[in-house]
């Protein structure tokens, strides 16, 4: 895929890891400059972007904060935003997963997985898109799930979160279409991560494998391939949409 980002801006959330790292990887290749958002700061990271930076002649700058906590949210965007003209695409990538039946679910761990799934990712929203609303163009990729539609056994948390993630997505699609800011989801599948391995039995994994039409999960690579298409000009008519994709589980 030729697309060329040079001299465009993206944040990208979960960014050190699975499809976050992914991401990063994709947009770096294809010229643009990334703010890399991760909770925990690493040398390993904060290395890497750097090699990335010199491999791709544009910046990959490491930021870091707790998605739990709204006071570093805002003073870690306040500064994405000072120190930059522009921002052209926002990807909210982070999430957290949780597995346990309905009944065994304390409201707790529901309110966790709703803060950083959902309400969050709103907020830092929020903070985003008054940059993109001034310079009157951006792009939002919500990065979903197919529970939120398939509402899997023992995720009643994480699904219900990413169902909110949906809907909220559309609204914003039709609430700031007039400011030329473009709002899609993409809903992967099994993807081939450590929160998905962690979280996911192999009896369950296999016998799901068996019955896509691909007969496998997909690469982090095959997702943020995706949310590049969604950041070019090929996508411009292309918001409001949730993008399965999910190797055929909903065929």
């Known amino acids: 895929m030729n697309i060329d980002l040079k001299n465009q801006i993206a944040v990208v959330t979960g960014a050190s890891k699975g499809i976050g790292l992914s991401l990063v990887e994709e947009f770096s290749k294809n010229n643009c400059n990334i703010w890399a958002c991760a909770r925990t700061k690493t040398n390993e990271f904060i290395d890497y972007c750097k090699k990335l930076e010199d491999q791709n002649n544009i910046f990959v700058r490491p930021i870091f904060f707790d998605l739990n906590d709204y006071n570093e949210i805002k003073f870690n965007i306040d500064h994405i935003n000072k120190n930059s003209e522009k921002i052209d695409h926002l990807i909210n990538n982070a999430g957290v997963l949780n597995n346990s039946l309905f009944q065994m679910t304390e409201i707790e761990n529901f309110k966790t997985i709703f803060e950083v799934n959902f309400f ?19 792009n939002i990729i919500n990065i979903s799930s197919t ?105």
């Open 120 to 138: 969050s990712q709103i907020y830092l929203s929020q903070l985003i898109i008054k940059k993109m609303i001034k310079q009157k163009k951006g």
């Open 147 to 251: 529970s939120s539609q398939d509402n899997d056994f023992g995720r009643s948390a994480y699904s219900s979160s990413k169902a909110a993630l949906n809907s909220i997505s559309k609204v914003m699609s039709k609430e700031l279409s007039r400011f030329n800011i473009k709002v899609n989801v993409i809903a992967p599948g099994l993807v081939d991560t450590n929160l998905m391995r962690d979280n996911t039995e192999k009896k369950y994994l296999d016998d799901t494998v068996s019955k896509l039409n691909v007969k496998r999960i997909a690469s982090p690579e095959e997702i943020s391939k995706l949310a590049l298409y969604l950041s070019s000009d090929d996508s411009s008519y292309i918001s409001g949409e949730i993008i399965r994709i999910d190797g055929g589980m909903g065929s």
